[in-house]
Nanobody
Framework: VQLQASGGGLVQPGGSLRLSCAASGGPSSTYGMAWFRQAPGKEREFVAGMNWSGGSTLYADSVKGRFTLSRDNAKNTVYLQMNTLKPEDTAVYYC???????????????????WGQGTQVTVSS
C-alpha cells in the first residue's frame, strides 16, 4: 500500500485547510488510518486516527473540536479537515495506515506500517 498526502499550504490564523491521503495498492477501507505531525525541533505527535471500520475516531486534545477526520471508501481517500488553525498547528503532516482490523485507534506511530511522504502546513500571518 502506498499513501500520498496532499493539501498542505500557507494559511492565516483562523483559516482552514483540508488534507487528503490517497491510498493505492490496497483498499484504505480495510486499514486503520491516522494523521501525525512533526514541527521543527519537536517529536512526531498523533493528531487524529480512525479504526479500520471507521466506527471509532480519536483526536489529540490540541485539535479536538477543530479538526475532523473522514473517509471516502469509493475514492480510497482519507481527509483531515482543519478549521480555526493556529500558529502552533504549523508542522509537516503525515498520513499513516495499518492493516489491522482492531476496534481501537492506535496513537503511537510504531503501530503503523505505511506512511505518506508528508505535506507542509504553515499557519502564519
Amino acid at each position: 500500500v502506498q499513501l500520498q498526502a496532499s493539501g498542505g499550504g500557507l494559511v492565516q490564523p483562523g483559516g482552514s485547510l483540508r488534507l487528503s491521503c490517497a491510498a493505492s495498492g490496497g483498499p484504505s477501507s480495510t486499514y486503520g488510518m491516522a494523521w501525525f505531525r512533526q514541527a521543527p525541533g519537536k517529536e512526531r505527535e498523533f493528531v487524529a486516527g480512525m479504526n479500520w471500520s471507521g466506527g471509532s475516531t480519536l483526536y489529540a486534545d490540541s485539535v479536538k473540536g477543530r479538526f475532523t477526520l473522514s473517509r471516502d471508501n469509493a475514492k480510497n481517500t482519507v481527509y483531515l479537515q482543519m478549521n480555526t488553525l493556529k500558529p502552533e498547528d504549523t508542522a509537516v503532516y503525515y498520513c499513516a495506515g495499518r492493516a489491522a482490523r482492531q476496534p481501537i485507534v492506535m496513537t503511537q506511530g510504531r503501530f503503523y506500517a505505511y506512511w505518506g511522504q508528508g505535506t507542509q502546513v504553515t499557519v502564519s500571518s
